[in-house]
């Protein structure tokens, strides 16, 4: 079942929401809002703080997370948004970061590494993940 709200019929700006409960926006037919999102702590058993369209997430190895979506997109055309924070810095110049990309209409892969002029770049299990989905 597919809901439409027509906010202004001039500028074309659309609210749809389906059976699946996932809201769409729209304006001029293009989707404005995210599909998915997940704030997670980014352990070998990965706590979801909040989220929206993720079902779980799934350690795969050290600074490697499969993102589950609860509803499949319609393809692959999305754009996927991570970042994450290191809770501490060793010594040197480094920092966190954090890479997307959708592999599945219902999975994302994140991972993170630090890059560091002192010992080039690692994976590493951030503190905090933060990944966006927009289709």
């Known amino acids: 079942m597919t809901t439409t709200i ?3 019929t001039g500028n074309n700006l659309q609210v749809t929401a389906d059976g699946s409960g996932v809201l769409n926006i729209q304006s001029n037919g293009v989707n404005t809002n995210a599909q998915a999102w997940a704030n997670f ?3 070998t058993t990965p706590t979801i703080r909040a989220s929206y369209n993720v079902s779980s997430i799934t350690y795969s190895s050290t600074g490697f997370w ?10 692959t055309n999305a ?5 994450s924070a290191y809770t501490s810095l060793s010594s040197g110049n480094e920092g966190d970061v954090a890479n997307t990309n ?3 209409t219902s999975t994302v892969n994140f991972s993170n590494a630090v890059i560091s002029s002192t010992t080039g770049g ?4 951030p503190a905090v ?4 989905v927009f289709r």
Do not use: P
Request: charged residues 5%; neutral net charge; proline residues 0%.
């Open 79 to 83: 754009v996927c948004i991570g970042t």
């Open 102 to 104: 959708m592999i599945t």
């Open 6 to 8: 027509n906010a202004s």
């Open 129 to 132: 993940c933060q990944v966006v």
């Open 41 to 43: 702590a980014g352990t």
């Open 122 to 125: 690692n994976a590493r299990n």
């Open 66 to 75: 499969v993102v589950n979506l609860t509803n499949a997109l319609t393809d």
